[in-house]
């Protein structure tokens, strides 16, 4: 058996490494992550904020699992991301492990200080899996925990518009008379998101870093639906939500950020720009769909408001960290 690295730029070796990974979030009830297309744009090209690169466990022509690492560039970047995933017959033969202290050994060698990853698949209540069991055997301690909601589309979507502000929508690329405004509730996100004890720094958002994530998005094929909220008095942008997908993956669509600027809380517009979304992403679509969104617990009006619109809980998310 040897570790092989996986850079995305040779086709078949991705494609191995791919059905490894994906295979394994097939198993989940509602599959998530990353299509064929979107997952080698992003391990292949050179981005801003991410460089991203996977590990595979080779026996012979047998992939029997494979890690998928993303390196920071802004923000955490005392941090490396690593998932894991094993082909169902290899479980519990040393192949987590053995990913595991390759990815930790390059973590090492790059100056990183802290390795974190997710579970996925935790119980709705209580977080547990084979997978939380693994980490906490390994030296992990769980940081962070998210509430894993779905939606079955099509659903009836009743807006409610809020006096004293107006919506207006975009598709792929922020209009640049929002672009200033935007990066400032990128930016407020960043700092307010609950993160729990996780080791956190706050991204701060530039043009070229918002132009780098969108161009991204439209070379992996994706698409994405923004919706704010402009408060009509003084022309601010008070508030946003962002929903997107891609073709090759059409019966998953994503929730992504929502986020309203701290003055303007407290008059409901949250459900005010998601609902709107919500509208625009079904009619753009035209199908049915799994609408994903998750949410740290205590984020108790977002759940509401998720909650209002037909979301229900199927599954938490942990995350968890190693300090090297």
Same mark, same amino acid.
């Given at each position: ?74 923000? *955490? ?9 094993? /082909? ?18 390059? /973590? ?10 997710? *579970? ?205």
């Amino acid at each position: 058996m040897e570790i092989v690295v996986v850079d995305g730029r040779d086709a078949e070796v991705f494609r191995r490494f791919y059905e490894v990974k994906f295979g394994v979030r097939q198993e989940l009830e509602f599959p998530v992550g990353l299509g064929t297309e979107e997952a080698r744009v992003l391990m292949s090209g050179e981005h801003a904020d991410v460089r991203a690169e996977g590990l595979g466990l080779v026996d012979g022509d047998t992939w029997l699992g494979v890690a998928w690492l993303d390196w920071w560039l802004v923000g *955490n970047t005392d941090t490396v991301d690593v998932e894991l995933a094993v /082909a169902p017959e290899y479980r519990r033969q040393g192949v987590a492990s053995r990913l595991l202290e390759a990815a930790i050994a390059k /973590a090492r060698a790059d100056g990183r200080r802290i390795v974190s990853g997710a *579970n996925l698949a935790g119980d709705p209540v209580t977080g547990e899996s084979p997978g939380t069991a693994f980490a906490a055997a390994r030296g992990f301690e769980q940081k962070h925990a998210e509430l894993h909601q779905v939606v079955e589309l099509p659903v009836a979507v009743s807006e409610r518009p809020v006096d004293g502000y107006e919506i207006v929508q975009w598709r792929e690329h922020t209009p640049d008379e929002w672009l200033k405004q935007f990066l400032e509730l990128l930016n407020g996100m960043s700092e307010d998101v609950p993160t729990g004890d996780r080791t956190d720094a706050p991204i701060q958002w530039t043009p070229e870093l918002l132009q780098d994530a969108e161009a991204r998005r439209v070379a992996q094929g994706r698409f994405t639906y923004t919706t704010a909220a402009v408060h009509t008095a003084s022309g601010e942008l008070a508030a946003y939500t962002q929903m997107g997908g891609t073709p090759e993956t059409p019966d998953r669509l994503n929730q992504y950020d929502t986020y309203v600027r701290r003055s303007h809380r407290g008059h409901g517009l949250g459900i005010a720009v998601k609902a709107p979304n919500l509208r625009a992403i079904q009619a753009g679509v035209g199908h049915p769909a799994v609408l994903h969104t998750w949410n740290a617990p205590e984020n108790t009006p977002m759940i509401a408001v998720n909650t209002k619109l037909g979301f229900r809980p199927v599954a938490q998310r942990t995350m968890w960290e190693r300090v090297l």
